[in-house]
């Protein structure tokens, strides 16, 4: 089985991919991890191109994240199944900021060793407005067009623990 998990920032979905993972005995790939390098460094494109990649060579997977420029239409071709999570911007919003709370001063199990958690008045503008604007959300759109037996849109964290009930091992 092949997952592909997207969504908004501070919206659950690494949460949601590494349950899931777990759920159905899956290698999950969080792409937070192949974008940053220790210190809040940005790798190289075309190596996170590369590594994406050979995760997809795997006969299952699952990847978290959007990244268009990582293999964005061959993971939502091969995806068996997509899954959205876009819970409303104030709820995001909380979720890092109880995430910051959290972490803070050390990394997140979806994250690469070296990235300690942030919350600054710019990432509280991409959870709240930048990540959410109308280039992103059409992208979503016609991912859920072009696919529609394959997408699940969820919208609240109860529809969240239904869908991770309802998957079958």
Known sequence: MKIAVLGFSGSGKSTLARRLGEQLSLPVLHLDTVFWLPGWQERDREECISIVG???EQENWLIEGVYSKFHFDARMEQADRIVFVTLPRLNCLFRAMRRYRIYRGS???DMTEGCSEK???????WVFWKGRTGPRRQLLKDVATRYPEKVTILRSQREIDRFLEGVQC
């Open 54 to 56: 050979r995760f997809m």
């Open 107 to 109: 990394s997140r199990p």
């Open 119 to 125: 919350f600054d008045l710019n990432f509280a503008w």
